[in-house]
């Protein structure tokens, strides 16, 4: 009897599917695909285990990831899926075909078998029960797409890179690029100077802004509550070998010269003055101790490249160190910037001999670029593109589109982070090749990469919500051609957004995003748009938004100071919008931002003055700042005054946090 019921039951299933009309099962495939041929016919989906038969060099190892993915290998006979590929160590294309009666995958080697399997992973998730019979044909567009993790803010474990190098895969991204030192911890085994696991690896803040409130410190291994880590070499070979098998490259980065303090404060003497975080260049001690770690970096990372940082060096000490100062004289060195370049130089020429080559943060091209070094373009795109043209490998990374340590979305629903606002639509918006550069140099770029910064990313959790879904922007930007459709990536980002949350990532809730500031996106009507400003204090060459139309174009700002409708300065604000005629006026209002992670302040306080002939001011009204200066959410805070007042000239004086550093940001100055 249950036999029968069974069988009926099977029999009306089997209607109802063969009745459905069969989908397209690539429509949510992301990154999104070369091609993809719908054909005559239909394919029924079996259920998993779907079983299925490999071949190709190394097979076995595909095979176990792929049951490892749920399927069922089998070695000969038939199969649901046959997998076939050549001996290419480097070709990542590959064909997928879907029969009537099978699926098969193609590929010239390993990588593309392994991005077929993928794909067939992503197809199979979408859970569609008959196929349409269709023709894939995939490659990427840049052989480089990456995801930086920084474990050295936070220390991260073994098991967490995993989990990311699982989602990576799925991406079909291939590096990630591992941060391993900086001041807040130095995460790299190195037995030849030992201090650098003893106590550059610790610190007793866990949170970086408790921290930085103390000072910087440093902690010895074992001190009770001392906070970091490293891994052990036996860790990091594991963590090569499982990313290898899923065609995932680490690129190790040691920090040098800047970036340094950690290593300063266990080894001073590497060090100009034994303060500070810039290694010593002039000091033939640090090239000993570069030169060392390095030999134990590439003993453990078979990565051709070697990220030796290179950025943000702050070079100060160097103008007055006796042995920076010798070094320069002895070399014939004009400036620090190519004292920089001489370190680095060296450190290349070492690289080199050992058979491996290095890549830096664009500053490295400062001084003088090394002459085979791979140039991580991070301030803006000008400098990769200035690599590119003189002949060297560029990965893009502009700080404006591809660092999600910045907000994803409306910051009063963000946990703490640096500030800015980086939604993925701005990072899926990033375009890394110029069209106006020769299609020699543009032979040059080998792909984009995210930057998680984590100095505020204190979780595993929060590290993965900033990851996703910004991080499937970067993996298609690098598979994907260049033709862009945002409703089309947000569908399937959405898709993918929701696979990840079932396999237990923390991902953003991609369904629920806030967006963009409300208030900017419909203009202001006001008495004062259009109307000429004076200013007293000119804003800050950085920060010039729209020049002087800005504070009158009835604009507001974003959530992001960078989206050019905030101007910025370094000292106070004294400025005077000519109104054009004496008339009577109200009110004014003048919003400036609070974001502390940024070393954005809002002012002590705002004074309006009114004036009819532009000499005489009377003051009108006076607002103050309510915000507390460590509040740590980002705020736009409107400085009102209500007055009676007749006049042509309104003067607005802000007076400036007075932490060093402070910028004032200011979007529009409203009058009524
Ligand atoms: C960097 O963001 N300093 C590379
Ligand atoms: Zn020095």
Redesign the pocket.
């Known amino acids: 009897m249950l036999k029968i019921t069974n069988l009926i039951a099977a029999l009306f299933i089997s209607a109802a599917v063969a009745s459905a009309a069969p989908s397209n099962p690539c429509e949510g495939l992301l990154p999104k695909p070369s091609s993809v041929v719908v054909e005559k016919g239909s394919y029924n989906v079996p259920a998993m285990p779907l079983t299925i038969r490999i071949s190709g060099p190394e097979a076995d190892a595909l095979s176990a990831l792929a049951e490892s993915y749920g399927f069922k290998p089998v070695a000969r006979g038939k199969a649901d899926v046959t997998v076939s590929y050549g001996t290419s160590a480097t070709a990542e294309g590959y064909t997928l075909k879907v029969t009537k009666r099978a699926i098969e995958i193609k590929a010239e080697g390993a990588p593309g078998a392994f991005y077929g399997l993928q794909s067939l992973r992503q197809m199979l998730d979408a859970g569609m029960p008959q196929w349409n019979c269709l023709t894939l044909t995939d490659s990427p567009r840049f052989p480089y797409r990456g995801l930086m993790v920084d474990v050295s803010r936070h220390f991260r474990t073994i098991p967490f890179l995993k989990k990311q190098i699982d989602a990576m895969a799925r991406l079909k991204m291939n590096n990630m690029h591992l941060h391993l030192t900086d001041a807040a911890g130095w995460r790299m085994p190195v037995e030849s100077y030992p201090k650098l696991n003893s106590q550059a690896a610790w610190r007793p803040q866990v949170k970086w802004s408790d921290w930085v409130a103390a000072g910087t410190p440093y902690a010895e291994e074992g001190q009770p509550g001392a906070y970091g880590g490293y891994y052990t070499k036996d860790e990091l070979r594991g963590l090569v070998k499982y990313a290898a098998d899923r065609h995932i490259r680490i690129i190790p980065e040691i920090e040098m010269p800047g ?1 340094s303090e950690e290593v300063v404060a266990a080894y001073p003497e590497v060090s100009c003055s034994g303060q500070g975080g810039d290694l010593c260049p002039g000091k033939e001690a640090t090239f000993a101790m570069l030169e060392a770690v390095l030999d134990e970096v590439i003993d453990i990372f078979p990565s051709e490249l070697i990220h030796i940082g290179g ?2 060096a702050s070079k100060g000490a160097w103008h007055n160190c006796p042995d920076c100062k010798r070094r320069m004289e002895q070399q014939g060195l004009a400036d620090v910037d190519e004292l920089q370049s001489y370190l680095i130089k060296r450190i290349e020429q070492y690289v080199n001999s050992k058979g491996r080559r290095i890549i830096g ?1 664009d500053e490295i091209i400062d001084g003088g670029i090394a002459p085979d070094a791979t140039i ?1 373009s ?1 301030r803006g795109t000008e400098g990769g593109n200035r690599a590119m043209t003189e002949g060297h490998d560029v990965i893009m990374t502009p ?1 404006g589109y591809c ?1 999600i340590d910045y907000c994803q979305d409306a910051p009063f629903r963000e946990p703490v982070s640096i500030g800015g606002y980086t939604p993925l639509r701005l990072v899926y918006s990033f375009e890394p090749a110029d069209t106006a550069l020769s299609a020699e140099a543009l032979n040059h770029l080998l792909g984009v990469q995210a ?1 998680l ?1 984590a100095e505020q990313i204190t979780t595993d959790s929060h590290a993965e919500y900033m990851y996703y879904p910004r991080t499937y922007a970067i993996a298609e930007i690098g598979w994907s051609a260049a033709q862009k459709d945002y409703d089309d990536f947000h569908r399937r980002a959405l898709m993918f957004n929701h696979l990840l949350d079932s396999l237990g990532y923390a991902v953003f809730d991609l369904d629920n995003e806030y967006g963009e500031r409300r208030e900017s996106l419909t203009p202001v009507r006001h008495l004062a748009l259009g109307a000429p400003v004076t200013y007293t204090t000119p804003y800050h060459e950085k920060y010039p938004a729209q020049g002087p139309s800005t504070l009158t174009d009835g604009l507001l700002g974003g959530w992001s100071y960078g989206d050019k409708r905030w101007q910025g300065w370094l000292t106070d604000v004294d400025l005077t919008v000519d109104l054009g005629r004496e008339q009577p006026i109200h009110t004014a209002t003048a919003s400036f931002m609070h974001s502390p992670g940024a070393w954005v302040h809002l002012p002590q306080s705002v004074i309006f003055e009114v004036s009819s002939d532009g000499v005489n001011f009377t003051p009108v009204g006076q607002a103050w700042c309510d915000v507390a200066d460590d509040y740590q959410s980002i705020t736009m805070k409107p400085y009102t005054a209500a007055f009676n007042a007749t006049g042509r000239y309104l003067r607005l004086r802000a007076e400036r946090n007075p932490r060093p550093g402070a910028w004032l940001f200011l979007d529009e100055i409203i009058v009524n």
Do not use: I, R, T
């Open positions: 970036h950025d943000e943060w991580m991070w700080v660092y930057n910064w």
